[in-house]
């Protein structure tokens, strides 16, 4: 179980961008809470991953024999936001199960979906994803007084400032002009705070949402704002395009099947959205249509 658990050098490596050098105690510790919370709620490890916030234990229940998944992250904040959200769409076929909980040690413990191969991998279609905007909107309208959750303006100037470090860390200061950037970040701004306030999933793209049974699309891993719910659709409404006129049929077609989304509003997103998405595939050398319709968006 301890093997499982420790950390390699180039998963320390990517937390440390992310979290700050201190985040090295936290990967040293993590071998021992893991067995720590593995023997309080009965698991056995059987494999590991995660991404740039956590990791993940794939475990079996030692009396069911049931696959979880144990999520631990550095920072408990993020596994606090991740569990009220969670809870708030706790009857929603269309999001994962919280099974369990420790806040101080940033710990979840989720049920495992089934088929649960992520829908990047997948052909998807926008019925699919309506079922699942819709879902994710039956929630409480407003913060209430306990909750945990920033506002979606939080969320917009982590995911600006994440995109200026990709473009430093990447020395392509010259791939999208900074007044450009800055222009997309006050456009978002904009749209969250004039827009109408619900329950954000904040990081709603194929790669975090899994086949789940009947078909039925399952959401995993939120990054949960205060905000306006059409920011989710964003990533759906672009994959895989590249001209206007089927960026807006996409949008149309959405807004049919979604009550309450705004096509207005989701094609603005889009536009304030699009250098998010279009920076990390430029730095990666990508020139192909979609890349280069993106960045059309970003220009205006």
Do not use: Y
């Amino acid at each position: 179980m301890r093997e499982l658990a420790c950390i390699a050098p180039e998963v320390r490596d990517r937390l440390v961008v992310r979290f700050g050098a201190d985040v090295l105690g936290w990967c040293d510790e993590l071998p021992a809470l893991v067995g720590e919370l593995a023997d309080r709620w009965n698991l056995d490890l059987v494999a590991t991953g995660g991404g740039g916030t956590s990791r993940v234990f794939r475990c079996l229940q030692r009396d069911s024999g049931a696959s979880v998944w144990l999520k631990l992250t550095p920072e408990p904040l993020i596994a606090r936001e991740e569990a009220e959200a969670l809870r708030a769409w706790a009857d929603m076929p269309s999001v994962v199960t919280l099974l369990a909980t420790d806040p101080a040690a940033g710990a979840l413990l989720l049920e495992n979906v089934e088929p649960g191969v992520p829908v990047r991998q997948l052909a998807w279609n926008l019925p699919e994803v309506a079922a699942l905007l819709r879902d994710l909107r039956v929630s409480p309208p407003a913060p209430g007084e306990d909750s945990v959750l920033g506002p979606l303006s939080q969320r917009i100037d982590f995911l600006f400032d994440l995109t200026d470090r990709r473009l430093a860390s990447a020395r392509a200061n010259g791939v999208v002009a900074p007044t450009l950037l800055g222009q997309a970040r006050a456009a978002a701004l904009e749209l969250a705070a004039s827009g109408p306030v619900g329950l954000v999933h904040g990081d709603l793209h194929p790669a975090n949402v899994l086949s789940g049974p009947g078909a039925r699309m399952v959401a995993i891993d939120p990054r949960p704002t205060w905000g306006d719910p059409d920011f989710d659709a964003v990533d759906w409404v672009l994959e895989g395009v590249a001209d206007p006129a089927l960026l807006e049929q996409r949008v149309e077609e959405l807004a049919a099947l979604v009550p309450g989304l705004s096509p207005c509003r989701v094609v603005g997103w889009c536009r304030a959205l699009a250098a998010l998405i279009a920076v990390p595939r430029m730095c990666a050398g990508r020139d192909d249509a979609e890349t280069r319709f993106l960045m059309a968006l970003v220009d205006g």
